[in-house]
């Protein structure tokens, strides 16, 4: 059990930055989620926690100690790979107790060791059978069993779910955060995918060409995205950004996304985005924020028509997708409301969810 | 005269003679020797070009490589030379010993058997060692535990190769040993069986397909290790 932290870490390959100056603290038992785009420095971060990587500059702990110069093996840690890394040539139970019997441990505790941990995963009946004769998700135990029979200080798992299918990653997903409730370590976990930095991490830290967006918990990020970024990399499908002008309307303000539409700005955000009067700005309303307009338009709410350019049934819900000005913007709304393509559709936009872009700084405002 | 009916009497003659037997012993010893020492150096070797990834490790493996193809016709006068240098400067007199062969050979087959491996090696994923790295092993460790249990198709179609080299090679026995006792098989049997212009036929056949025959066997018993090394990362999986 220990706490890591990271100092104004910096990363170069050759001249290339890989990583740009991180700092990051991650308490005792948290679960950490980095997550970003291919080439954002994510899995970079995690092998110089495990020590695979050496900082070019900055300071890495674990637990109080400073590891730069710690080889990976002193560094009480356990990595969960993407491709498993299983040794092929070993039976599950031999590739669970490498690193014990590396160690010397005495033959009784690792059998209860592996068998607790084969337990936990419910691979009890697999410890005799080779990698190769195991599926995808049987050898993501395995690699799982394998740290946790080690018992470490700081799990980090490396995209582990990215070599699944989709329903059995859905499913890996779920194991994960229950082994990570019944063995509650540290936990460093690297993925692009945003769903499962949302519902694994306790708090997900987004980066971005080797520098963090935002740290924070998966609701906060959200719902109070800092940069445009965040704004849309969090929640799928992405947020729509639409560029505009904060317009006065009357007793408030407006946002003027074309000749024909301009919404109104909510009373309680005025204050916010007086500054930005009769500027241009990124004007962002999540797809569940854009729904079908039945009867009355609820406070803070604004009804516009559109006419529908693509429509995407995916059964418990529909995505529409409409033209402002030129951007494609989406909407999802009841498959029992949804037109059809080329029809015209009233839809209403929650403007008490509306974010505002400086475009200049990429900013939330 | 050559007889229309096959019979055992050039057999029995090479396997009775003791000087025929000398020639198959010492290419045994050398052979196996030479097998020894050639694993031993070229699995270090291609493991730390492979893996440790060192200042100038790429060029190095290049330069493995390129020193495999530099043929031993160029180089056994060099070699004579310098064995009389080391003559002249220690005493030791290198020429005309069948061991010397066992210093000899592995400059033919320790750059092959290096590339061989590197390429192997390289075909093994990094997370496999990087996994054994943070499971607490040493580069050793790894090297022994995961790498060669993972490489050892690699390993033994190299241990073929080189075998074979050691076994077949013909020039610097012919160059470096010349008492009877001193020789290996190819050499022997062409310099003790052909006496002035007299070829003994009958023996020098047998005495050839008697050297073909451990090279076949072993490539007999171990043909599906050499296929599987020699199309190493082929394909996936």
Partial sequence: MAQVALRNIVKMFDKTPAVQGIDLDITDREFIVLVGPSGCGKSTTLRMIAGLEEATSGEIYIGDQLVNDVPPKDRDIAMVFQNYALYPHMTVFENMSFGLRLKKFPKQEIKERVANAARILDITDLLDRRPKQLSGGQRQRVAMGRAIVRNPKVFLFDEPLSN???????????????VHQKVTVTTVYVTHDQIEAMTLADRVVVMNAGRIEQIGPPNELYHNPKTRFVAGFIGSPAMNFMPGRVVNGGNNLNIRLSDKLSLPIPESRTARYRAYLDKEVIFGLRPEDIIEGRGDVPPGCAAFDVQLDVVEPMGMETMVYFIVDGTEVCGRVNPTAAGNAGETMKLVGDMNHMHLIDPATDQVI | MVGLCPDAENYTGLLT????????????????????VTMVIAVLAAF??????????ATLATGVFLTYLVPDTLLFIPLFKIFAWVHDVTGIELINHWWVLIVLYPTLTVPFCTWIMIGYFASIPKELDEAALIDGASYFQVLTRIFIPVALPGIIAAMIFCFTVSWANFLYPLAFTTSADQLVLPVGIVTTLIKGDVFNWGQIMTGALLGAAPPLIIYAFLMDYYISGLTAGATKG
């Avoid at chain 1, 699944?164 to 229950?178: F, G, H, P, S």
């Avoid at chain 2, 730390?48 to 490790?57: C, N, P, T």
Wanted: glycine share 4%; hydrophobic share 45%; charged share 20%.
């Fill in chain 2, 48 to 57: 730390s070009l492979a893996r440790m990834g060192f200042w100038g490790s």
């Fill in chain 2, 17 to 36: 003679d003791p000087q025929f037997l000398t020639f198959f012993k010492n290419s045994a010893v050398v052979s196996v020797c030479v097998v020894s």
């Fill in chain 1, 164 to 178: 699944l299918d989709a329903k059995l990653r859905v499913q890996m997903r779920t194991e994960i955060k229950k």
